[in-house]
Every structure is written in C-alpha cells, then in structure tokens.
C-alpha cells in the first residue's frame, strides 16, 4: 500500500525524523487557513501516488494570503497523469543548503536489507545511479542485528555528507530503518533529504510502501491510502478479498496460485499480448468464486479475450468449470475465453465445459497453446470453432 507524502512524514515523524510542519486539506479555504497557522512563505503541494508533481505545476510556492488562494485552486482537480488532486499538503517552506537522499528496501537478490545513501537527492536516484554511480552508496544490513549507529555514520561518511552533518544523516538513516522494519514497509524513501542553512536534517519529501499483507499488526496505518484515486475495480477486489492487479494490456489473465499467474503473464507476452490485469483466484476457489473473478475480468472494459490457467490441487478444474457456465449464464460475456485445465478433476472439468457448449469458450491443453489461442483471439484472429 503505497502513502501520500503527507502520510509518509507522519510515519516518519511517529519515528524521530524531523520532517517540516504542515496540514492536510481538501479545499481552498482549508488551504488559506492552514497556511496562516502553518506560517508563510508556504509550499502547496498535490497529494498524488504519482511522480513528476512539480513539473506538472503541483508544487508551488505561496508568500501570502493570495498566492495560495491562486495556487490551491488551480492544483485541487488537477490530473497529472491520471491521478486527480483531491488533497493538498499545506507545509512551511524551507531554506535549503544541500539535498541528499536516502532509502531502505529489500534487496531481493541478496535476502538482505538495503540502505541507500547519496549527496546527489533532488533528482531521479536512477539518474545517480548511471551517471555517477560513485556517489550512490549501497550498504546492505545484518537483518538480526539491524542499521547499528556506527554503520549509519560510515555510509554517511563515504556518502560524502558535509562533516557537519555526518551525524544528523546518521539520525535520518537510523530512523528510516526502524520506520522501514517497525511499519512492515517494503520501501521508505527520501529524496531530497534536506540540509537547512542553519545545519538541520530534515525530510522534505516521503514515499513510502507498506506491506498490505502485514497491515493487520498495524490498525493505525489500515486507513493509510488514496483511496480515491485508487482503480475501481482493485478496490473492489480488494473488499471481496481477491488477488487483483490491474495493468495496460486487453488480455484477462485468471489463475490459482500467485507463481502460476505470473508465469501466465509471462507466457501470454512472450506470445506477444499484453495482460490486462493479475488475478489470483487462489487455492480451493469454488464455482462461485470463480464467477465473481469473472465478473472482476470484465468489468475492465479494455479486455479483448480472457485466460483461465488453471492447474487444480486444492481448487478442483470441474469446480471452475461449473463456476465458468455460471458466469456465462448470469454475466453473458461477449468476448472470447481460452480455458486450459490440468490436475484434479480436469477430465470432468473439460467435460462440463465441452457438454455446456459456452459460446466462443475454446480449450487449449497446454499453457503456450493457451496463450497463442488468447492473443491471436484478442487480435480478431480465429482459431478455429470453439471447444
């Protein structure tokens, strides 16, 4: 669950992390008024799950009353890219000397945690790491053990931090460490982490991801999103307790098992198709389940075709089968379905399906030739009469 910036310096400040004050608001006048409780000159800024405000024009900044009257009333309703500006952060603004960066996440690669450090923040941590990949320091950490003082001091100091400030970075990366580890946090960034003129280390911006799937050891942070900007149809996935990830393509891609349904994904764009969205059924679904996912499918209105892979064990393939023919029955989809069962019960799956006559319903017995059928269905091919 990715947080807004403002929602990121709370946790951050929950932690020791000197972060500016500000306030969260909704509206022009709410914006007026915290920015004179707040103190000018102020920053305006768009709360969006999404980069590039600034240059988008939602970050301005307001030395009086009218200034921020102008700059909140332009930026609330603003779409940048496809995230609408419903909230604004309301923040002091700060003098600033020099502007670091700072992150910890997992390290899939080395099973390790993984504290970044660089003096080039303000920019794309990408752009550092090509350009001057000297200046971006990597140091992985003992997870029983956790960032010790001393190891935060070093990668200050190779970091090349000014010595004044050795310390204060230090801080910042002990504290964003334990927000990473005490939040279940997949990623806490700052960039930039900020030097003021008088030598304070402070955060002036957040991204930070928390691990949905730990979020029931944290019920304060269970109402942390953007939920308005969030996809429909996730959050509706997400209230019926389905694994659903929407993406670009018009492909619907249906399979039980996390592992199986990426390799779905991967089979379906080596056959050149793009997936619309991941969906994990999961274990032991049942028929109706099943036709809830269909209908999940094809509320995305960019789907062109449909995959089911499924390899039963703990879900049965006659019992996707029966939730199939009662999706087809209920939902009557008009875009073509390529269904592939293999494991329990896939005789008496395929059976049912074969005995239903479903319209435009093809089967494939192997997963390549389940996405050859599925690509070349969303592209207005034909593969021959349906199963």
Known sequence: MDLLEYQGKQLFARHGLRVSSGQAVTSVEDAVKAAGEVGYPVVVKAQVLIGGRGKAGGVKLAADESEVREHAGNILGMDIKGHIVRTLWIEHASDIASEYYASVLLDRSAKRPLVMFSVEGGVDIEEVAERTPEKLIRHHVDALTGLSRAEAVEIARQGGADADVVE?????????????????????????????????VKALDSKVSLDGNAL???????????????????????EEGVQYVKLDGDIGILGNGAGLVMSTLDVVAQAGGSPANFLDAGGGSDAEKIKQAVDLLLANEAVKAVLFNIFGGITR???????????????????????????????????????????????????????????????????????
């Open 317 to 387: 393939c006659d019992e996707v089968a029966r939730g199939l023919i009662a999706a087809f029955e209920d939902i009557k989809p008009t875009v073509p379905f390529v269904v592939r069962l293999d494991g329990t019960n896939d005789v008496e799956g395929r059976r049912l399906l074969q005995e239903a006559a479903l319209p435009n319903v093809h089967a494939a017995r192997t997963m390549n030739e389940a996405a050859d059928k599925v690509v070349a269905l969303a592209a207005g091919q034909s593969v021959g009469a349906p199963a």
């Open 216 to 238: 029931y050891r944290h019920p304060e942070n269970q109402g942390l999103s953007d939920s308005e900007n969030e996809d429909p149809i996730e959050r509706r996935a997400k």
């Open 168 to 200: 204060g970075v230090a801080d910042a990366l002990v504290a964003l460490y334990e927000v990473w580890i005490e939040e279940d946090a997949t990623l806490a960034e700052i960039n930039p982490l900020i030097v003021t003129p008088e030598r304070e």
